[in-house]
């Protein structure tokens, strides 16, 4: 069955830096849509990120120039990289999966999702 497990997300102050780590299992990874969602205190579930092979690489306008979206095919293994990171991106963190041609970041295409990791930024 699928599996996502994530990783990387901790404790950083204002301007720091985070890597957060997805790996994969019980699928085919490479050819899949994969996205990170995040979902703050008191907030809904927001998309960060989304990447396909044969689609364009979606970023939520909150984050655009700050994160980055990756993945290693070889290691089943998506990434997301987490620059001058600021008190509002404080959240538990989700990567996500659909067996879907497209690539959004539209929550309800998701159907495969992480437990999450939690990501604290403080001031």
């Known amino acids: 069955q699928v599996q996502l497990v994530e990783s990387g997300g901790g404790s950083v102050q204002s301007g720091g830096s985070l890597r957060l780590s997805c790996a994969a299992s019980?699928?085919?990874?490479?050819?899949?849509?994969m996205a990170w969602f995040r979902q703050g205190p008191g907030k809904e579930r927001e998309g960060v990120a989304a990447?396909?092979?044969?689609?364009?690489?979606r970023y939520a306008d909150s984050v655009k120039g700050r994160f980055t979206i990756s993945r290693d095919n070889a290691k089943n293994t998506l990434y997301l990289q987490m620059n001058n990171l600021k008190p509002e991106d404080t959240a538990m963190y989700y990567c996500a999966t659909h067996s879907r041609w497209w690539c959004q970041l539209l929550r309800s295409d998701y159907n495969y999702w992480g437990q999450g990791t939690q990501v604290t930024v403080s001031s």
């Open positions: 990447t396909k092979y044969d689609s364009p690489t």
């Open positions: 019980g699928y085919t990874f490479s050819t899949s849509c």
